[in-house]
């Protein structure tokens, strides 16, 4: 029993030690913030949208000369700012900087290395403010576009989360449970572009389809799943009904 007080001791002190060490920084930081005087060319440049991973978008503005993000629903992100262009992202744990690709000219911001602070690395890339994600485009209903979207991401990276077959099923499902029949049949759609040797997205097409109201589409895509899978048991079920009625 004292070996287990004396180890839960051990373990605390480790955290509190850990939680002053990052109070610490915090201080430290916030210490250096303030003071900073944008010019408007550096507003100019780096105002915008940059492109945080290949379906999220982060947002710079500035008011009233203050730097401010908007990034994953949360907007008015106040950075703790280090000089005109190192600041500190709290909700990240990350410091980051405004940088520009000395041969292409592109605007980026890059993730400040904790080992290698000198270093430079090109993490956000800076897009134009009517470029729109994947995601951007479903929410606006422009599937064509999203779909492009979702390939080109599928091309540059094959094992991207964001082209997931079980992530846009997830999407879909999402989408018939609130009712949206016409948006889950767009999303499983896309789904069958990029998977069309899956018998699973032609299942949960048809699905979709059923639940619409639209049994003949329906039952042509579970003849397309069973035809991939013929141990499709929901398929063969609503086939064998369908060719009884």
Same mark, same amino acid.
């Given at each position: ?39 408007? /060319? ?32 949360? /907007? ?64 606006? %209903? /422009? ?28 999407? #879909? ?39 619409? #109201? ?25 086939? /064998?009904?369908?060719? %009884?009625?």
């Amino acid at each position: 029993m004292r070996l287990f007080f004396v180890k839960l001791l051990l373990t605390n002190t480790l955290y509190m030690k850990s939680i002053l060490a990052n109070l610490c920084l915090l201080l430290v930081l916030v210490s250096c913030s303030g003071g900073v005087e944008y010019s408007q /060319e550096h507003i100019a440049q780096t105002s915008g949208r940059y492109l945080f991973n290949h379906d999220d978008i982060m947002e710079v503005y500035y008011k009233n000369d203050a730097l401010f993000l908007k990034w994953r629903g949360a /907007e008015n992100i106040k950075p703790v700012v280090l000089d005109e262009n190192t600041f500190f992202v709290a909700d990240m744990y990350n410091k980051l900087r405004f940088i520009e690709h000395p041969e292409t000219k592109k605007r980026y911001i890059g993730v400040v290395s904790k080992n290698n602070p000198d270093s430079i690395s090109y993490d956000y890339k800076k897009v134009a403010n009517t470029y729109k994600t994947p995601s951007m485009h479903i929410k606006d %209903k /422009e599937y064509k576009q999203a779909y492009e979207g979702f390939l080109a991401i599928r091309n540059e990276d094959s094992t991207s989360e964001y082209v997931n077959e079980w992530t846009f099923n997830r999407l #879909g499902y999402n989408l018939l449970r609130e009712k949206n029949y016409d948006d889950a049949i767009e999303v499983f759609k896309m789904n069958v572009e990029l998977y069309p040797e899956s018998d699973n997205v032609y299942d949960s097409l048809a699905d979709a389809f059923l639940r619409s #109201g639209d049994s003949l589409q329906a039952l042509n895509n579970y003849k397309k799943a069973l035809e991939l899978n013929t141990g499709n048991k929901r398929a063969k079920r609503f086939i /064998e009904a369908y060719d %009884k009625d």
